[in-house]
């Protein structure tokens, strides 16, 4: 009879521990998948074309995806170390090229700013020179130039180029007021 009790036990220990084991495949299984959804945006993130990627939107969901990732380490199932390893070279790898990608996109865009400040820094000397010129048709004239040249400069910084603009203005509007004044006193 303790015979029959122990092999009954034994017998009932052994569903027990493979059933347990079933479990932790599936939840092994289960954990693999989530991280490797979270790895597949990341890489889709990463991937984006350079050029219509929206920065902020896209930097925030690394950091969420970089949250969740931690997440799922804490308290998720435990993956083998090969499967985890490899999932988070693949997720290291989306996360530096995408850093990598921003930085060269701001650093581009810093430089076109800053070229583009030079042009209309430039600009403006040229038009508070003409701002006091009598020769009123060929002035009128060079303005209209440089107001084509401002447009084709592209964008500094909104500060810079809202104070720059300003500068622009006042210089065409002095030269035009003083043109307007001498055709009212000729009328």
Do not use: C, Y
Not at 7 to 25: C, D, I, Q, S
Not at 35 to 63: C, F, L, N
Not at 81 to 106: G, I, P, V
Not at 158 to 187: I, T
């Amino acid at each position: 009879a303790l015979h029959a009790t122990i092999e009954r036990v034994e017998a009932g220990l052994a569903t027990k521990r493979a059933h347990e084991a079933e479990h932790r495949a599936a939840a092994r299984a289960e954990a693999t998948a989530a991280r490797e959804a979270i790895v597949v945006e990341a890489e889709q993130i990463a991937g984006q074309p350079v050029a219509s990627t929206q920065w902020k939107t896209s930097g925030e969901r690394m950091r969420t995806l970089l949250d969740e990732w931690k997440q799922h380490q804490r308290s998720g199932a435990k993956l083998d170390k090969a499967t985890e390893s490899a999932l988070w070279q693949r997720f290291s790898h989306a996360r530096n090229s995408f850093d990598k990608a921003r930085r060269a996109w701001f650093a581009d865009l810093e430089s076109s700013r800053a070229e583009a400040r030079a042009t209309k820094e430039a600009l403006v000397a040229e038009a508070e020179e003409l701002s006091t010129s009598t020769d009123w048709t060929p002035t009128a004239r060079a303005f209209k130039q440089l107001m084509d040249r401002w447009r084709a400069a592209g964008r500094a910084s909104r500060a810079e180029d809202d104070a720059l603009w300003e500068r622009f203005r006042s210089a065409q509007d002095a030269f035009f007021a003083a043109k307007d004044q001498v055709a009212a006193a000729e009328d």
